[in-house]
């Protein structure tokens, strides 16, 4: 795997593969990688000739008082993961070849209504991050394909948006949640999370199947469900911050039995935010 540490290094890689005719997929990832984000890299090569990952912990998609510095970073550890699931290229930009003037004068983009919902109501500014930062991205790398987890549904939902709206001539496929065996979704920030923790950890998917099968089973007060499963979930431990059944497309709060449904969620364990949906 070539290791990519500067644009001009980038930009030389993918030319060589453009020249060739070779289709290029591309795995954004913040790194600390997990078998959700080697999905990812395995569904990327049923899609193009060459797979190339970017690992860049995004200091624009960080509140003030997140946990950027503290964000886990494993660089050989993650080399060593993305060699055996055959990715061709990594890209390890720093902040300073992203944002070399700076976050406070850097242009960015923004995905409007979207982005303003559920994760973006909580955490100002990440969205406008994670677009900014991906549409630098899909501009450096030029890929024919990007893959996303649906594990991250709403920024799923937003680079969807921003494709079509800014015109991106990139295919964009949504990767399904990959899980613990007792079905906690993976993410980098369990790490965070205490023994006692990881045991309360899967409650919030339970709670998000419950739901499901109550909405299957035809119950339709979805405002009586959302505050019920926000007091489950504070009895096993968690300090809701949303629960919505939403609308799959626009995100906004279902209101009726016709429209597909999304469920999305995010809560808290001690200091550790998780989020986890489920489509229904
Ligand atoms: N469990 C998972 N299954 C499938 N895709 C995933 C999973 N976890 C993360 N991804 C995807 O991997 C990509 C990179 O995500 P990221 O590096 O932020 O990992 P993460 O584990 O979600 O980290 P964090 O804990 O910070 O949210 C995103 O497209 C994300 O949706
Ligand atoms: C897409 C992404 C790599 C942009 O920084 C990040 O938000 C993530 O890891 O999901
Ligand atoms: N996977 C989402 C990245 C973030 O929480 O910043």
Redo the contacts with the bound molecule.
Sequence with gaps: MNILDSVAALRAQMTTWRQAGERIAFV???GNLHDGHFKLVDIAHQHADRVIC?I?V?PM?FGKNEDLDKYPRTLDADIAGLTAHQADALFTPTPAIMYPRGLEVQSYVEVPLLGDLHCGASRAGHFR??ST??SK?FNLVQPDVAC??QK?YQ?LAI?RQMVTDLSFPIEIIGVPTERAADGLALSSRNGYLSAEQRQQAPALYQILQQVKAAIVAGQHDYRALEQQAKAELTAAGFRPDYFNISHQQTLTLAQNANEPKVILAAAALGNTRLIDNLEV
Excluded: A, E, R, Y
Aim: no cysteine; hydrophobic share 45%; charged share 5%.
């Design positions: 954004p990832t913040m970017s860049f995004n998609q991050g994670v930062v991906v991205l996303f987890g991250d920024q680079i």
